[in-house]
């Protein structure tokens, strides 16, 4: 079984600070991780993805994310956050359980909020 | 432009009711997923599906029933036995096979109210 803990539920930060989402996953297989982004009242989309080779992966709006498989992490950060910035992050890990399918685990999410 | 719709946005229904929310894919994807979403805990799967005609429950699928007749189409029924349905519903899709590129993509989502 997989799991994904994100134990920040809200992160307050001023406008032009840096920010740091933790998530924390278990998984006894090779594993996917995702961040995905939520405005409210919207469906998710992708911020960034790791599935394989470098650890550090970039999304196009500044984030990054690394992948430490000894600490079994995926903290997400950004050097700097704009108002915009302001929405819930989702954490997910998946795998791909007999059958091929793609289970997909979210964790209960970060809510951002920038101040200005 | 390529995506996933999901009508009605708002949806008020009295308790005892079924209901039926829509979603409807253009990406040509195979894997059709129903999320539920409440505050403070995330998104769980209630139904997905890899293929026409065929689904699975997921984590929570009482009291919801699906359909696969069409590749693009996968509505979800709310039914009355369900006991606590008010909550934001999310559909997604995804590719499968060697084509994949792993994540999902998510519809804008319907809030489904019971009273």
């Known amino acids: 079984a997989q799991s994904v803990t994100q134990l920040d539920s809200q992160v307050p930060v001023f406008e032009e600070a840096p920010v740091e989402l933790r998530c924390n996953y278990s998984s006894s297989v090779s594993v996917y991780l995702f961040w995905y982004v939520q405005y409210p009242n919207q469906g998710l989309q992708l911020l960034l993805k790791?599935?394989?080779?470098?650890?550090l992966v970039e999304s196009i709006n500044g984030f990054e994310a690394e992948f430490n498989k000894s600490q079994t992490s995926f903290h997400l950060r950004k050097p700097s956050v704009h108002i915009s910035d302001t929405a819930e992050y989702f954490c997910?890990?998946?795998?791909?359980?007999?059958?091929?399918?793609?289970?997909?685990?979210f964790g209960t999410g970060t809510k951002l909020q920038v101040i200005p | 432009d390529g995506g996933i719709t999901q009508s009605p946005k708002y949806l008020f229904r009295k308790e005892g009711q079924n209901v039926t929310l829509s979603c409807e894919q253009n990406l040509n994807h195979d894997a059709m997923y129903w999320y539920r979403q409440d505050p403070g805990q995330g998104l769980r799967l209630i139904y997905y599906s890899q293929i026409v005609n065929d689904f699975q429950k997921g984590d929570i699928a009482e009291g919801y029933s699906v359909s696969r007749e069409k590749k693009e189409s996968f509505p979800l029924t709310v039914t009355s036995a369900q006991k606590n349905p008010t909550a934001f519903y999310l559909c997604?899709?995804?590719?499968?096979?060697?084509?994949?590129?792993?994540?999902?993509?998510f519809g804008p989502g319907t809030r489904l109210t019971v009273t």
């Open positions: 997604a899709s995804s590719s499968t096979g060697t084509a994949t590129s792993y994540e999902q993509y």
């Open positions: 997910a890990v998946s795998d791909f359980s007999s059958g091929g399918y793609q289970k997909v685990t």
């Open positions: 790791y599935l394989s080779g470098s650890t």
